[in-house]
């Protein structure tokens, strides 16, 4: 635990260099599925700023006037979330605590982003019918629009 404590700040802030690269790339590639997969791993990020935003929000309108937490900054609860992210003590909070979701989201997200690696290295191989069938125009299947009609009833 004592290598992952002193590893983690760095641990987490690869993770978006890393996610900026594989978009970079995947751009270039043109593979939309593998993007999507990056793309949805990078809303999920925005998505939890937004919230802590929210919440930093919520907390200063049910706070006391005249107190510190009643005159926020903006970015205030993302720059909380991102220090919760990067603090190597997040990972031993109590299970269930919004510590702990923030924490284990780090590894969780390598995982999406190694996910959408595969899915990008196992769409570049094809198989032969595959190939064939790229080759021809066809991909075997029969449209939708092809399919006979019924009879019609007189």
Known sequence: MPLVS???????????????????????????????????????????????????????????????????????????????????RSITAPAGSLAWVAAWSVPVAYLGLVAAWAVHLWGLRASPARKKAVKTGTSGRKSPRARKAPAARA
């Open 6 to 88: 002193s590893a983690w700040p760095a641990v987490a802030w690869v993770l978006p260099v890393l996610a900026l690269l594989s978009v970079l790339y995947f751009l270039a590639k043109g593979d939309r599925r593998a993007l999507g997969h990056v793309l949805a791993l990078v809303a999920c990020f925005l998505i939890g700023a937004l919230l802590m935003e929210f919440f930093v929000f919520m907390a200063a309108r049910m706070a006391r006037s005249g107190s510190a937490q009643a005159d926020p900054a903006l970015g205030t609860g993302t720059r909380q979330l991102l220090q919760t992210l990067a603090n190597p």
